[in-house]
């Protein structure tokens, strides 16, 4: 099957721009989640969607980035305006359930956005 | 609040050998699971092994298998006969209604 495809693997912008990363989970997988990866650390949850519904975006900065999932199927995450510490890789991931449980995420490759 | 930590930022071990990587956790769900991801330097994060916190015995995945001590709240991956290809970095991950990740250990295996 084919995997989760993020786009654009790279992306550098200066601060102050926006920039969009775009999102394909598996086919058929309900749940969505976007991950904050800043070099060095574990990665952060920023939203989790259920379908085309928010689960969880208690760690979303909200006043600068916002995302969703039309039609329950691809999402994009948009930053704007963008900030110097936002230089991250950000990571989408899906499975076929979210919550307890054997609930394994199939992570895309990541888009590596630097704000210089 | 649920937490992971990973204690050892680094770690070396000589192919062929067994490794060890810490994690422990903390929560006050009675029902969590324990994951382990790895991440090679193409940056993809990589499944290796669950564990249910009501799982009575330790999950095996190939070379791979977790040392989940529940009373210690610790959730170790084993790593046998470590190949070369096994440098990368290992995430200690835990859920309970989402996702959350420890810092991560740096595995180098040596040939």
């Known amino acids: 099957e084919a995997g989760v495809a993020q786009s654009p693997r790279y992306k550098i912008i200066e601060k102050r721009q926006s920039v969009a990363f775009w999102c394909n989970p598996i086919?058929?997988?309900?749940?969505l989640y976007w991950y904050q990866q800043i070099l060095g650390q574990g990665p952060k949850l920023l939203i989790q969607?259920?379908?085309?519904?928010?689960?969880?975006d208690s760690q979303l900065p909200k006043d600068r980035f916002s995302a969703e999932r039309l039609k329950g199927v691809d999402s994009t995450l948009k930053i704007q305006p963008a900030k110097l510490e936002d230089s991250a890789v950000y990571l989408c991931?899906?499975?076929?359930?979210?919550?307890?449980?054997?609930?394994?995420?199939?992570f895309g490759a990541g888009s590596r956005l630097t704000v210089l | 609040a649920q937490k992971i930590t990973q204690t050892q930022p680094g770690m070396f071990v000589q192919e062929k050998e067994a490794v060890t990587l810490d994690c422990t956790y903390d929560t006050s769900d009675p029902s969590y699971g324990l994951f382990w991801y790895k991440q090679p330097s193409s940056g993809e994060m990589i499944f290796l092994i669950y564990q249910g916190s009501y799982d009575q015995q330790n999950a095996t995945e190939g070379r791979y298998s977790l040392n989940f001590q529940k009373a210690r709240k610790s959730a170790n991956l084993v790593i046998s006969a470590s190949q070369l290809g096994d440098s990368a970095m290992y995430f200690c991950a835990m859920e309970g209604g989402k996702l959350i990740f420890g810092q991560g250990t740096e595995l180098s295996v040596k040939p």
């Open positions: 086919s058929g997988h309900a749940t």
């Open positions: 969607f259920q379908n085309n519904g928010v689960v969880d």
């Open positions: 991931a899906s499975s076929p359930t979210g919550g307890y449980g054997a609930n394994v995420l199939t």
